[in-house]
């Protein structure tokens, strides 16, 4: 008898094994459905418009916006750095790269800001910074970017007395700029710059644009 009843569980236990892969197989060939259906979508856009601490803090307000970084771009040295870049013999500009959500904030709203954010009618300088790392810039990134831009740029002149001097140029390469420059406005709101240019700068676009709030 105790022999039978080893034999009994023997033979349950292996229809068990039996039973559990035959399971695993059905499970393994069905694919797992993610319960998370959301897109998250993330395009690029790279503007030049004077010195890349204004317009990062500009483009760092704006809803939509994911992530904005300062850095050269234009020129035809290799990994440029900050004192190469000012002595305006490398050919890039100070530029910002914006991370955005194309289904909250559009390529031409980010353009429509950027009209505003400086001012695009000066050869080679906004305000007191003056050289051709300082110059107005639209980096695109593909055709559909070229055509907007390239509307953009008419729409906007007509807010303008003097011709827009802005090159839209193709973007080649983009270089961040040092950590130090990453944030600057956020990280040093009480430096003397930000006090004088860049919060006046901010606070006139919040009344032209209508107040963003920072994200």
């Known amino acids: 008898m105790p022999v039978e009843n ?8 292996a229809a068990i094994l039996m039973l559990c892969a035959a399971a695993l197989g059905v499970c393994a060939a069905e ?6 259906t959301e897109t998250n979508q993330t395009e690029l856009a790279t503007f030049a418009g004077g010195c890349f601490w204004c317009t990062e803090a500009v483009f760092e307000r704006l ?9 050269y771009c234009g020129g035809h040295l290799e990994n440029p750095d900050y004192k190469s870049v000012t002595s305006s013999t490398t050919g890039h500009a100070e530029a910002i790269q914006i ?34 790392q300082y110059r107005s ?4 990134h593909n055709d559909t970017q070229k055509a907007a831009a390239e509307k953009s740029k008419v729409e906007a002149q007509k807010n303008f007395s003097k011709p827009i001097v802005t090159e839209i ?12 420059h990453q944030d600057y406005f956020r990280n040093n709101p009480d430096a003397g710059y930000c006090r004088v240019v860049i919060k006046p700068k901010l606070d006139k676009l919040e009344k032209v644009l209508g107040k963003e709030e920072p994200k």
Not at 31 to 36: D, E, G, L, Q, R
Not at 63 to 71: D, I, M, N, Q, W
Not at 112 to 131: K, M, S
Request: glycine share 6%.
């Open 137 to 140: 810039s639209v980096f695109y």
């Open 6 to 13: 080893d034999f009994l569980e023997n033979m349950k236990y």
């Open 169 to 180: 140029a193709p973007l080649t390469k983009f270089y961040k700029a040092e950590g130090y």
């Open 31 to 36: 694919p797992v459905k993610s319960m998370n």
């Open 99 to 132: 991370a955005f959500d194309p289904a909250k904030i559009s390529y031409a709203k980010l353009l429509e800001v950027f009209w505003q954010a400086h001012d695009p009618t000066t050869l080679n300088r906004q305000g007191a910074d003056v050289g051709t």
């Open 63 to 71: 809803p939509g916006v994911k992530s904005v970084t300062s850095g």
